[in-house]
């Protein structure tokens, strides 16, 4: 049997936790397996190596920045070798290009474009489990010629869903510091609970709004590929819980789970002439530069002019400022205000689209808690509000009570119906 195992930085944050992590793997590997192990870089590493950077140049060199950032999963990879050595069970790292995974060549935020596995097999075939360097790969074919490349934050468990759909895996299993999916971030809500299942779909929209569980990028390999992902906690044998595709899903509660995030920020462009070409004069400088505008809210036009707001990573804010300022000239805009204290919060669920009502439900929970929604946005499976930061445990703490996320789900029965609260739906 053949897993790829992926443990992240907080499981990996000490020598002790390396030489945890190390004997975890040797009670697997003396049952027979196969295995190869994705490393992320231990705790706080990459936030300080891009904070290093950052005290040298404001606006570090993308390769270079890949090439830094990449040296902290090297690190973590490296030692765990050494307390699997120390063990006495044959091992050995490899870096991401050494692993055969290549990429496109956007800095920072490169896609996987295919991975050759020689290498891996055959370290496995020699009987070595294989220690990958996650969040990394090369551009190109030849070694000489190729430039370092990251996968974008969290990319550690993109690298461990490609292998295992490039290897064919049996298990592909992400360990982290928590037990599994929660109906929320369970360090926001106390009382979210656990889930043994969730489908590909739902799991994909709660990380692109801030569920950094799981990188995006690889619950979307999972779902093409068909791997099955099971994400569970190194610190103890809690089965976890399991993404693939939830054939129940229109028997659940409607309402799934839902998601916060605290790094994003409001822009605003005041005063801008209101006519055709704005829009893209504002958001082709953004694109280019590869920023990722969110939602985006046009005010009704007065005198000729109209206010533009959206949202953007707030890591992003500073350069979208520089390059808005000279989009304001351009434009003889009044001003560009950004707010960075402001949060998302999002209620997820394949059965919203069918279901009138929860629109209402969420904007009146979050009256009753006295919190001004500033934006909001939808799609067929998800609804979206910006507040104010300061708010966001109240309102992801009231929106968890008033969808009853709480409440184990009887698969089957609707678990809202009947309830107190159904009417206000
Ligand atoms: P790792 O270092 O293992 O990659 P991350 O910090 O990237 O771990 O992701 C794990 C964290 O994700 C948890 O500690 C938790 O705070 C957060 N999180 C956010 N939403 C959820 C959720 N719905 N279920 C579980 N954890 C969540
Ligand atoms: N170390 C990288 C990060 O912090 C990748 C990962 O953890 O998956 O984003
Ligand atoms: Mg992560």
């Not at 979307?220 to 099971?230: D, H, M, R």
Request: aromatic content about 2%.
């Amino acid at each position: 049997m053949l897993i790829v195992q992926k443990y992240g930085g907080s499981s990996l944050a000490t020598a002790d936790r390396v030489r945890h992590v190390a004997g975890l793997i040797a009670r697997d590997r003396a049952e027979g397996e196969r295995l190869v192990v994705v490393v992320s870089a231990m705790g706080d590493t990459t936030d300080d190596l891009l904070a290093l950077a950052a005290q040298i140049t404001p606006d570090p060199d993308p390769r270079e920045l890949d090439l830094l950032l990449a040296t902290g999963e090297h690190m973590s990879g490296t030692l765990l070798a050494m307390a699997l050595h120390a063990l006495g069970v044959s091992a050995i790292s490899l870096t991401g290009a050494q692993a055969g995974i290549r990429t496109d060549t956007r800095h920072g935020r490169a896609r996987i474009a295919n991975v050759d596995p020689a290498r891996l097999v055959r370290e496995l075939d020699a009987g070595r489990v294989v220690i990958v360097a996650g969040f990394q790969g090369a551009t190109g074919e030849g070694f000489l010629e190729s430039d370092v490349t990251t996968l974008g934050r969290g990319g550690s468990d993109t690298t461990a869903v490609a292998l295992a759909a490039r290897l064919g895996a049996d298990r592909c299993e992400i360990l982290t510091d928590v037990e599994g999916i929660y109906t929320a971030d369970p360090r926001v809500v106390p009382e979210a609970r656990l889930l043994p299942v969730i489908g590909y779909e739902e799991m994909l929209e709660l990380a692109q709004q801030g569920a950094q569980v799981m990188q995006t990028r690889a619950v979307e390999l999972g779902w093409v590929n068909g791997v099955v992902i099971a994400v569970r906690s190194t610190f103890s044998d809690h089965p976890g819980t399991r993404i693939r595709e939830d054939l129940l899903v229109e028997q659940r509660n409607k309402v799934r789970g839902l998601a916060t995030d605290r790094h994003v920020a409001k822009v605003t462009l005041v005063g801008v002439p209101d006519r055709p070409g704005v829009a893209r004069a504002v958001f082709a400088p953004l694109a280019d530069a590869g920023i990722n505008v969110d939602m985006i809210v046009q005010n009704v036009g007065h005198a000729g002019t109209t206010d533009l707001s959206f949202t953007i990573p707030s890591v992003d804010l500073a350069r979208a400022g520089r390059l808005l300022e000279a989009v304001r000239r351009e434009l003889d805009a009044a001003a560009v205000t950004t707010d960075s204290r402001v949060a998302k919060v999002s209620i997820v669920g394949a059965g919203i689209q069918n279901a009138p009502g929860y629109a209402a439900r969420m904007f009146g929970t979050l009256a009753d808690a006295g919190i001004n929604i500033e934006m909001i946005s939808t799609s067929e499976i998800r609804i979206t509000c910006i507040i104010a930061e300061a708010d966001l445990e109240t309102a992801a703490q009231a929106l968890h009570r008033a969808f009853a996320l709480e409440r184990p789900e009887t698969v089957g029965l609707e678990p809202l119906a009947g309830g107190a609260e159904a009417a206000a739906g």
